[in-house]
Nanobody
Framework: QVQLVESGGGLVHPGGSLRLSCAAS????????MGWFRQAPGKQREWVAT???????VYEDSVKGRFTIFRDNAKKMIYLHMEDLRPEDTAVYYC????????????????WGQGTQVTVAS
């Protein structure tokens, strides 16, 4: 069984930076699109950014220019580098994989990590 495990969350002051990491474990041959979502208290989970296996990245408008998503395919990891953090960025951040291939044609789809808390406060 494959798993996604996030790390790197914490408390940061407004304007500060954090880098989140997400590692895939288990029998992982390859992973296609991977991304980050977040869920603030009392709100629905929302998409933040996605990166393709080739490194093409797309972002939600409110994080463009502040967040950078990238991946290391050899290490089966993705990252979210966040700068100029704002209180409204406070949320639990979740790593997501569209398809994790565990064999030539076998895959697990829609895989989520357990989440990591990011709190932006003075």
């Amino acid at each position: 069984q494959v798993q996604l495990v996030e790390s790197g969350g914490g408390l940061v002051h407004p304007g500060g930076s954090l880098r989140l990491s997400c590692a895939a474990s288990g029998t992982v041959i390859n992973i296609n699109d991977m991304g980050w979502f977040r869920q603030a208290p009392g709100k629905q989970r929302e998409w933040v950014a996605t990166v393709s296996i080739g490194g093409f990245a797309v972002y939600e408008d409110s994080v463009k220019g502040r967040f950078t998503i990238f991946r290391d395919n050899a290490k089966k990891m993705i990252y979210l580098h966040m700068e100029d953090l704002r209180p409204e960025d406070t949320a639990v951040y979740y790593c997501h994989a569209d398809k994790i291939f565990i064999g030539p044609t076998e895959f697990e789809s829609n895989v989520w990590g357990q989440g990591t808390q990011v709190t932006v406060a003075s």
